[in-house]
């Protein structure tokens, strides 16, 4: 029910807040309750929305098939599934310091609002932006306790790049959104315009990476990892079309991991060398 590819977007951000907030290589424990806790949030958040989402996903043709509608998995057994994924991502914020555990009902909070924000606003992209936003801000929290002006300005980064790849697509779905009345940018824009709004995101993204370049005062490395994850994103765009949506699961998942990976990568080898 829960693609892995989809935790390889937040997890790697994860890993480099906790690599730029302890300038290398955090304690061993703080690693560990990290990645217990982006796991356990990332399984509630995509089980709670399979949850909400199954009589949807149960009329839309390209989400029939999913474990839920299906009958593989009964709701009984998807609910119980994420109690104990959210479960266990306090449980992680608790074990990690004070201040993890009082902020962590605010991600909580924002993957509930995700789950049915396409109900009532075509916002609901920039929701699934601060959702995986949050990853590195968290991680820095857990390895110092504090907040930092230049980590909130890479989960702004994160927030662009995800919101602009969860319009290009959403853009599959244009027609169904239209037909159940669900919101989101491609319905309102149409393809193309929509296509253009994600490009935009993107930049920003790219800017704001780049900014953290400076903020951070990197390296070369890390610049490279940088140009790298701007030429993924060129290429990503590169191969959807209005005309031609075919290539889309290869431009969102494949070349999405690419991105998230390669940063933390690059973060990391510029920080140790």
């Keep these: ?16 807040g906790m690599f730029l ?31 909400a989402d199954a009589k949807i996903d149960a009329r839309n043709p390209r989400t029939a098939g999913r474990d839920i509608p299906a009958g593989r998995i009964s709701m ?4 119980l599934y994420t109690f104990i994924s959210f479960g ?7 074990m990690l310091n004070p201040l993890c555990l009082i902020l962590s009902p605010v991600p909580f909070l924002v993957f509930i609002l995700y ?23 968290g991680a820095w929290v857990a390895v110092t306790g504090s907040l930092n002006f230049g980590i909130i300005m890479l989960g702004l980064a994160v927030l662009f790049w995800v919101s602009g790849f969860d319009i290009v697509y959403a853009c599959q ?34 800017l704001i990476f780049l900014y953290t370049w400076s903020y951070f005062d990197l390296g070369f490395i890390y610049l490279v990892g940088i140009l790298l994850t701007g030429g ?3 290429y990503q765009h590169s191969i959807i079309k209005p005309e031609d949506l075919s290539r889309l699961d290869m431009a969102f998942f494949g070349l999405n991991a690419y991105i998230s990976v390669s940063i933390c990568v690059f973060t990391f080898v510029d920080l140790i060398i």
């Design 173 to 206: 779905d244009i027609d169904f959104d239209r037909d159940e009345g669900l919101f989101s940018i491609p319905r309102y824009l149409g393809l193309r315009n929509s296509l253009y709004l994600a490009r935009v995101f993107h930049v920003i993204a790219f």
């Design 1 to 16: 029910m829960i693609k892995v590819e989809h935790t390889l977007f937040a997890l790697p951000f994860a890993f480099t």
């Design 115 to 137: 789950s049915y924000t396409k109900r009532f606003t075509a916002l609901c992209h920039i929701v699934l932006g601060v959702a995986l936003g949050i990853a590195p801000i």
């Design 76 to 79: 009984k057994e998807a609910t």
């Design 21 to 51: 907030a302890a300038k290398g290589i955090p304690s061993f424990m703080t690693i560990f309750w990290v990645v217990v806790a982006v796991l356990g949030a990332r399984s509630g958040a995509m089980g709670f929305n399979r949850v």
């Design 88 to 94: 266990v991502y306090f449980f992680a914020a608790y």
């Design 232 to 234: 993924f994103m060129v």
